[in-house]
């Protein structure tokens, strides 16, 4: 009798460990599932990090000079400076 319980403990505990290979927290199907994930999130950060350098170098631009101040008055204002004609397109 004791030369049976042995390997049926030992195939047991092999059933349980296959098992939350497959079936677990730490299972192929999760770990698959997290790696699209993460991947995602390096996209969306590459994305967020694109915006944030084009932001900061538009915050330098507008530390050193005014041209990009004049720029933006002009574009998103429609200020124009004394004997200009300002002529609006419509599309």
């Known amino acids: 009798m004791g030369?049976?319980?042995v390997p049926a403990a030992l195939i047991a505990l092999l059933v349980i460990v296959?098992?939350?290979?497959?079936f677990g927290r730490g299972s192929v199907p999760n770990v698959s599932h997290l790696t699209g994930q993460l991947e995602e999130?390096?996209?969306n950060n590459a994305q967020a990090a694109q915006v944030n350098e084009r932001l900061a170098a538009e915050i330098n631009d507008l530390h050193e000079g005014l041209e990009?101040?004049?720029?933006?008055a002009r574009a998103e204002l429609g200020m124009v400076k004394s004997n200009e004609i300002?002529?609006?397109v419509a599309k």
Do not use: D, M, P, S
């Open 18 to 22: 296959h098992g939350q290979l497959w």
């Open 68 to 72: 990009i101040v004049e720029e933006k």
């Open 41 to 43: 999130q390096k996209r």
């Open 86 to 88: 300002y002529v609006q």
């Open 3 to 5: 030369a049976r319980l």
